[in-house]
């Protein structure tokens, strides 16, 4: 089944350990990316990633790293945490197709807590 | 800079038509998404349209295209209780690999 996976699906942390919520795609997608999703604020893009060993900023990327070693893969890693990063979280992907639809894929989401 | 807006809540009776409306703001947009999430959920891609193209139809949904507004809005048709959900309009920026997402509708539908 084509999906993308994202994994915990739930997380409680405490401020300042490093943590990664990995996300895994089965499509042999070329672009990936990671959302936020907070009340009121609807998804706000934290960084993308075009294809293997390039990634770049989104809207929202403080905070946050990235790596993407292989195309299926893209963790997204927080160093030092703080309780302003609890917020849902989603990983996407698509077919990189330039100008053409491409619509995204979602994982189910990883709800992180950090207190 | 970009935007996309949308109402927070929306609550209709089951069987009336739900109209959840969208605003954007970047005018070169190629396409505009649909997407619908259920709790507990990521977001699942419910229909699409192209920026040259006022309307598409497909089965209960009909989504309209106003350019010159930069407004979109999707219509469900005979809605059920199957559709409670959120659903956010959101936009591919043109000549990017940006997507900008609305803040989501939440639809309530009523037994």
């Known amino acids: 089944e084509a999906q993308v996976t994202q994994n915990p699906r739930y997380l409680i942390t405490v401020t300042g350990k490093k943590l990664t919520v990995t996300c895994s795609q089965n499509m042999n997608h070329e672009y990936m990316s990671w959302y936020r999703q907070d009340p009121g604020l609807g998804l706000r893009q934290i960084y993308y990633?075009?294809?293997?060993?390039?990634?770049d900023k989104g809207d929202v990327p403080e905070g946050y790293k990235v790596s993407r070693k292989e195309k299926r893969n893209f963790p997204l890693i927080l160093e030092s945490p703080s309780p302003n990063q609890t917020s849902l979280y989603f990983c996407?992907?698509?077919?990189?197709?330039?100008?053409?639809?491409?619509?995204?894929?979602f994982g189910n989401g990883t709800r992180l807590t950090v207190t | 800079g970009e935007d996309v807006e949308q109402s927070l809540f929306l609550s209709v009776r089951e069987g009336d038509s739900s109209v959840i409306n969208c605003t954007y703001t970047d005018s070169s947009s190629t396409y505009l998404y649909w997407y619908k999430q259920e709790p507990g959920a990521g977001l699942q891609l419910l229909t699409y349209i192209f920026s040259n193209m006022d309307m598409k139809q497909d089965q209960r949904l009909t989504v309209l295209l106003n350019k010159k507004d930069k407004h979109l809005s999707l219509r469900i048709a005979d809605t059920q209780t199957g559709d409670s959900a959120i659903y956010f309009c959101?936009?591919?920026?043109?000549?990017?690999?940006?997507?900008?997402f609305g803040t989501g509708t939440r639809l309530k539908v009523l037994a």
């Open positions: 996407a992907s698509s077919l990189d197709r330039g100008p053409y639809n491409s619509p995204l894929h």
């Open positions: 990633s075009m294809n293997v060993e390039v990634t």
């Open positions: 959101a936009e591919r920026i043109s000549g990017t690999y940006k997507y900008i």
